[in-house]
């Protein structure tokens, strides 16, 4: 459901990050923020509640390069990731190119990811849109923390809880220190840009 | 992957002329038509101040999402008008077909009143156009 302007000659992609609440959504786009600077021209927008929590969506526009003459304009979204804002986390996938879903690589997440998973493609579902269909990134992040010794779920774990039949293109990360958060997003955006492409070829 | 409503070129510009008509001769600061991804359509700005426009959409359509919650609770279908006031600036938000929003941003020397008229002018205007 990119959005072609004619005139304006211009492409807006929407690209949104998934997954279990406080599992470093916001942390990778902060990260994309201050590591872009220079191509993103607005403010990070963050729409919090009460505590640091996001209520809405994290939201940063940034421009690369054309296609077919058209320039590109990304704009990277995050949702709420806590259970009771499924109708905001739902509105916000409302014309979504492209997913990174971004799990958290604790032990004690391992049923979190699961169920935000599932929420994702029930979420789509309303959109009629299919999972299968929809490029998609995994990110693994916090990978980090086994070096302070704190039990993380071990790469094939996750695949097999959550990429098994997707079978995304993945990366191991973490968003505090930037690992592989540049990564993600080439990855994700090349995805999407290629399959849009397609449509307007 | 499917496309909101398409626009083309023509279309395009025949909306950028109702909107400037209707809304920007009359005094009013800047223009948005917007679908409800959060994606900018046309966009009218006079004068010399810039907003970010890409970001007020992108809020405006979450901003919209989450008031149809609230319409649905009080067993409304939806609010098809929004309006807040600022000390100097306020926005307007109008609803134009299903998915496409009209938001204007207008300052103390545009009576609400005549904002309202005119913006129903000019949705009536692009309506027929799509
Ligand atoms: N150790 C570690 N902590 C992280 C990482 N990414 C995020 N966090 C922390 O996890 C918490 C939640 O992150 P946040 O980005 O707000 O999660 P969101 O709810 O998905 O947006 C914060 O305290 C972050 O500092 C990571 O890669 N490693
Ligand atoms: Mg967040």
Partial sequence: MALINPKKKEVQVK??????????????????????????????VTVKTYGDRTLFFDFLPFDIGEIKGHSIKIQLYTVPGQVKYNATRRLVLRGVDGIVFVADSMDLRREMNIRSLQNLKENLETF?????????VMQYNKR?????????????????????????????????????????????????????????? | MEFTIEFDKQQIEAIENILQEELIDLGVQSVILMDLAGNVIVNLESG????????????????YGAVSAMANIIGEQEFSLLFHKGEEESIHFSKVVEDLLLLTIFNKNVSLG???????EAVKRIQALI
Avoid: C, W
């Fill in chain 1, 128 to 136: 009629n849109k299919n999972i299968f269909n929809i490029p998609l």
């Fill in chain 2, 48 to 63: 010399d101040k810039r907003h970010d426009v890409y970001s007020l959409a992108a809020l405006a359509a979450g901003n």
């Fill in chain 2, 114 to 120: 005549f904002l309202r008229l005119k913006v129903a």
């Fill in chain 1, 15 to 44: 690209i949104v990050y998934y997954g279990p609440g406080r599992g470093g959504k916001t942390t990778n786009l902060e990260y994309i923020n201050r590591k872009f600077k220079k191509r993103i021209q607005s403010e990070m």
């Fill in chain 1, 144 to 201: 980090d923390l086994e070096e302070e010794g704190i039990p993380i779920l071990s790469i094939d774990t996750l695949q097999k809880d959550l990429n098994s039949r997707l079978q995304a293109p993945f990366f191991p990360a973490s968003a505090v220190r930037g690992d592989n958060v540049a990564a993600t997003m080439k990855k994700i955006i090349a995805f999407t840009v290629s399959s849009l492409r397609k449509k307007l070829e």
